[in-house]
């Protein structure tokens, strides 16, 4: 297997070297050069495996020969043993057609866990025996920082700077990032948003005379192997509910385009994929994108569910690619377009090759308390506000296709926001302990390439 840039002109690599570069070279995000395909009878053994056996069997094919399906199920089974529950990725009934995934039972209660517990093994295999230190430099919205922390923190060879915007996260998510005490994590609170930190860490990867000081690396959804291992759920709930004997729709709260992007990838495997449903909030440049072709970049509004206040999805480049005929060149050009005036038309090609399998829909405040309260009141469920985003777009797309809401954090973690449209606050699992009694370590920086890199440079080791 060996994998390709979107724009067009980087190397290709092997599973490895793509896990360990994250960004390519040319500014591009790596996909596989072709879509390795399940058969029907494949998918269907998938009915009575394990989450680690299904694991192995949908994530061999882009592992290729860089270890053996022995290897990769070793990892797996360190990985997915510190989730809570021995599903890992539980389905829970919501009525006779919605279903909820249940994706939080991980060690930092969000969706993150699954494809990062799994990376920060695969960073540590990659890297044992080699003189290689590795800077992981990343962007979060809320959960992707402190489940990346979580996955490396200690790890020898390794060194993590995670940007969050400072004041734009919730309590909980911060302080799981900025109370890991490992010398090897440093925490960044920018003063901006989510857009500022993500275009600060594509700027220090494209910079040639900073990415040639350090080995850098990436846990944002911009890394393959990240996005690899969230297309393993999708086919895990699928078969629980009769694939491949019927299909099953999906509603997914996104901002970074990432984990729906994996529903993607699944459905090119050979899932079949009725739907998938790209669940946003009020920055709804993707809704708009896939509904009018409309990708333009608009002021972030601040919202309760901050890992979707984002206004430049950096994944949805991969779908464009694979849309557009996987013209590399055609596409670096769009996106230059885009980087220079923060708007463009999709092309023909790519709206209606997305609307074959995508419907979007943006959802407010009001609709997202209203299923928030529909959950707890009909279904017992505590909802935290993404997923509940994702719910109350699928409840508009009901009908007799199984349907399966993403959820996608803990209520806990957005304890104020449940408990406003609920009247209940949920609580912090016990394996969380004493959160909100560990010393807060961070620094505050502008939002400017100069601040960052040069704190990131003065910490770092160079190659």
Not at 78 to 91: E, I, K, N
Not at 252 to 266: E, H, I, K, R, S
Not at 417 to 446: I, K, M, N, Q
Request: glycine share 8%; aromatic share 8%.
């Amino acid at each position: 297997m060996r994998y390709v840039s979107t724009r067009g002109t980087a190397a290709a690599l092997d599973f490895r070297e793509v896990t360990l570069a994250g960004l390519a070279s040319d500014g591009g995000l790596y996909v596989p050069e072709a879509w390795p395909t399940l058969t029907r009878d494949e998918i269907a053994a998938m009915a009575g495996m394990s989450y680690v056996d299904t694991a192995v069997t949908v994530m061999a094919p882009f592992v290729g020969e860089t270890m053996t399906r022995d290897e990769l199920r070793a990892l797996c089974e360190q990985a997915y043993g510190r989730f809570s529950h021995a599903a890992v990725t539980p389905l829970l009934q919501l009525d006779h057609d919605q279903w909820l995934l249940e994706l939080f039972h991980g060690p930092t209660l969000a969706f993150k866990d699954v494809a990062l517990q799994l990376l920060g093994l695969l960073f540590e295999r990659f890297l044992t025996g080699s003189s290689d230190h590795l800077t992981i430099v990343g962007a979060t919205s809320g959960d992707t920082g402190s489940a990346a922390i979580d996955a490396v923190a200690g790890r020898a060879g390794i060194d993590i700077f995670m940007l969050h915007p400072e004041g734009r996260v919730s309590d909980v998510q911060r302080r799981q990032m900025t109370t890991v005490g490992a010398p090897n994590v440093h925490n960044i609170a920018i003063r901006g948003d989510f857009d500022q930190a993500q275009a600060l860490v594509k700027a220090m990867f494209n910079d040639p005379a900073f990415a040639g000081r350090f080995r850098l690396s990436a846990v944002n959804s911009i890394n393959w192997a990240r996005l690899m291992a969230q297309v393993v759920y999708y086919f895990y709930a699928a078969v629980r509910l009769g694939a491949p004997d019927r299909a099953i729709a999906f509603s997914v709260p996104t901002g970074n385009f990432g984990d729906v992007f994996a529903g993607y990838v699944a459905a090119k495997m050979g899932l079949p994929v009725a739907k998938l449903i790209v669940a946003t909030n009020v920055n709804d440049i993707l809704a708009r994108a896939l509904n009018s072709g409309d990708y333009s970049s608009r002021q972030v509004v601040q919202t309760p569910t901050p890992s979707m206040d984002i206004q430049v999805s950096s994944n949805f480049e991969r779908l464009l690619f694979d849309l557009g005929h996987r013209d590399g060149l055609a596409l670096a050009e769009q996106m230059r377009g885009f980087e220079g005036s923060r708007a463009m038309r999709l092309t023909n090609a790519q709206s209606e090759g997305a609307a074959a399998l995508f419907a979007a829909e943006r959802v407010d405040l009001d609709d997202m308390a209203l299923a928030m309260r529909w959950a707890h009141e009909h279904a017992c469920q505590m909802l935290d506000p993404h997923t509940a985003i994702a719910l109350a777009a699928a409840q508009r797309h009901a009908g007799k296709t199984p349907m399966v809401t993403l959820a996608t954090a803990h209520p806990a973690k957005f304890g104020d926001a449940v408990e406003r449209a609920t009247g209940t606050r949920p609580s912090l699992p016990s394996r969380v302990g004493d959160l909100f009694e560990r010393e807060e370590r961070y620094d505050v920086l502008d939002a400017s390439y100069a601040a960052v890199s040069a704190y990131i440079a003065e910490r770092a080791v160079a190659r």
